[in-house]
């Protein structure tokens, strides 16, 4: 076999390629202030766009909230109704305790309102698995499904208590 010599072509007619710069995705250009890639954005979903509008609701109501707060203690020590001791005492008070100012309070709402939402769920799981073992679909329920119905009153009494602490 013959060898071939440093920098002759292997072959005859062959001709290596030019080197050139390597091309690029079009869209995926390294300037992003391009105009000519174009914008693909994924759409929201439903779901994604109710959960982002009632986020912003909940900011937009926490913020009112506070800029109220904020104007009726300018409003009380402007007119004389209160001093700034009193004022500062007020609401470290108030922030120490649970409850007591807007969005602590808006927060726990909305906490209370998840944890009913989970409750019922599993109240409902609960009923569709006890119809199930009635209707002879599950004829041997194991441990874990026995335990979620023996679960049911408790489930009960807490959705009552938080049903009656709001």
């Given amino acids: 076999m013959a060898r071939a010599r440093s920098g002759a072509n292997p072959c005859?007619?062959?001709?290596?390629?030019i080197a050139t710069k390597p091309r690029a995705v079009p869209g995926m250009g390294s300037n992003p202030d391009s105009s000519t890639a174009p914008a693909h954005t994924v759409p929201l979903s439903k779901g994604a766009k109710k959960n982002l509008k009632r986020k912003e609701q909940r900011k937009k109501q926490r913020d009112e909230q506070s800029q109220e707060s904020i104007e009726q203690q300018y409003n009380s020590l402007v007119t004389g109704q209160e001093t700034i001791e009193a004022l500062s005492e007020r609401m470290s008070v108030a922030t120490m305790s649970d409850g007591q100012n807007g969005p602590r309070r808006a927060a726990d709402e909305d906490q209370n309102e998840r944890k009913i939402k989970?409750?019922?769920?599993?109240?409902?799981?609960?009923?569709?698995?006890?119809?199930?073992?009635?209707d002879g679909e599950i004829a041997r329920p194991d441990k874990t499904q026995l335990?979620?119905?023996a679960r049911r009153q408790e489930y009960e009494n807490d959705?009552?208590?938080?049903?009656?602490s709001t």
């Fill in 12 to 17: 005859p007619g062959f001709t290596a390629p």
């Fill in 159 to 164: 959705l009552a208590k938080l049903l009656d």
């Fill in 147 to 149: 335990e979620k119905l």
């Fill in 118 to 134: 989970q409750l019922r769920k599993k109240l409902r799981q609960i009923d569709e698995l006890d119809a199930k073992i009635r």
